[in-house]
């Protein structure tokens, strides 16, 4: 099993930045792809973006595309997930996930492995 803790969220103003943290322990980090998904009070779990096990291929949604950018260290079993000019309709809960066997970056019930996420407030 994996076990994924996120940090860095936080309360910032719309245009500022901020970069998450996905801390892996268990099994193997880098025989994992991660992925990054967000949920807003009232709406549906949204996909993010997502990295696969080399951090060679990576996928974006399109309401953060050009903006935030999803790497990875797997000597440090850590994925990040750099946010760029914040708005505030990005604010929401933001989880990562880890997902073996394949490369299914937007499928949430393909991720076996899930962090207890971490809350994104951006003010306007």
């Known amino acids: 099993q994996v076990q994924l803790v996120e940090s860095g969220g936080g309360l910032v103003q719309a245009g500022d930045s901020l970069r998450l943290s996905c801390a892996a322990s268990?099994?193997?980090?880098?025989?994992?792809?991660v992925g990054w998904f967000r949920q807003a009070p009232g709406k549906e779990r949204e996909f993010v973006a997502a990295?696969?096990?080399?951090?060679?291929?990576?996928y974006y949604g399109d309401s953060v595309k050009g903006r935030f950018t999803i790497s990875r260290d797997n000597a440090k079993n850590t994925g990040y997930l750099q946010m760029n000019s914040l708005k505030p309709e990005d604010t929401a809960v933001y989880f990562c996930?880890?997902?073996?066997?394949?490369?299914?970056?937007?499928?949430?019930?393909?991720?076996?492995?899930w962090g207890q996420g971490t809350q994104v407030t951006v003010s306007s």
């Open positions: 996930a880890a997902q073996s066997g394949g490369w299914y970056p937007k499928q949430d019930y393909r991720y076996g492995y």
């Open positions: 268990g099994r193997t980090f880098s025989g994992y792809s």
């Open positions: 990295i696969n096990w080399s951090g060679g291929i990576t």
